[in-house]
T-cell receptor, first 117, second 113 residues
Framework: AQSVTQLDSQVPVFEEAPVELRCNYSSSVSVYLFWYVQYPNQGLQLLLK??????LVESINGFEAEFNKSQTSFHLRKPSVHISDTAEYFC???????????????FGQGTILTVHP | NAGVMQNPRHLVRRRGQEARLRCSPM?????VYWYRQLPEEGLKFMVYLQKENIIDESGMPKERFSAEFPKEGPSILRIQQVVRGDSAAYFC???????????FGPGTRLTVT
């Protein structure tokens, strides 16, 4: 079975400050990792993903995440946040090829990022 | 290319009624997933379907809930005899064959009164 833990339920920061949203997972098989963002009353948007290759992945709006297999982590970072980054962020894991969890996503509880002016 | 479509966006039902939620995947996507987001909880997987097949329904409640993805038309999540505990946001996601990326619809917010 897979599980995802997002260590912080809420993260308040000031505009232009750096931020890190933490995510740890557990799985007995290789995994694929994702970060999704959800704005109020909207669906989830894929922010970035790790499938294979470079352990550092980046999004087009300045977020990055690093897959750390030894620590089973996939923390999300941004060096300078904007007011518009205020949203809820979900870390998710999917089973790798051949795994029994292929297909479905297992989500963490979510982290609400609030950026203050 | 239109995104994943879900309708209705908001649905109000009285206890004991039936709720039907529809999901049209993105063009070219043959895999559909349903997730439920309860208040104060994260998203929970419910069911994974391909055209005319249920691949994984391990997250579906044993009673009152069913899902289908027919050869033609949208995927349907059906909840019979709704109860207040069914009030939640229901999200549909789709993916193309052999892809791990899922694209989500805007959700249907079900309120049971």
């Amino acid at each position: 079975a897979q599980s995802v833990t997002q260590l912080d339920s809420q993260v308040p920061v000031f505009e232009e400050a750096p931020v890190e949203l933490r995510c740890n997972y557990s799985s007995s098989v290789s995994v694929y990792l994702f970060w999704y963002v959800q704005y109020p009353n909207q669906g989830l948007q894929l922010l970035l993903k790790y499938l294979s290759g470079s352990t550092l992945v980046e999004s087009i709006n300045g977020f990055e995440a690093e897959f750390n297999k030894s620590q089973t982590s996939f923390h999300l970072r941004k060096p300078s946040v904007h007011i518009s980054d205020t949203a809820e962020y979900f870390c998710a894991v999917s089973g790798g090829a051949g795994g029994t969890s292929y297909g479905k996503l297992t989500f963490g509880q979510g982290t609400i990022l609030t950026v203050h002016p | 290319n239109a995104g994943v479509m879900q309708n209705p966006r908001h649905l109000v039902r009285r206890r004991g009624q039936e709720a039907r939620l529809r999901c049209s995947p993105m063009k070219g996507h043959s895999h559909v997933y349903w997730y439920r987001q309860l208040p104060e909880e994260g998203l929970k997987f419910m069911v994974y379907l391909q055209k005319e097949n249920i691949i994984d329904e391990s997250g579906m409640p044993k009673e009152r809930f069913s899902a289908e993805f027919p050869k033609e038309g949208p995927s349907i999540l059906r909840i019979q005899q709704v109860v207040r505990g069914d009030s939640a946001a229901y999200f549909c996601a789709s993916s193309p064959p052999t892809s791990y990326e899922q694209y989500f619809g805007p959700g249907t917010r079900l309120t049971v009164t």
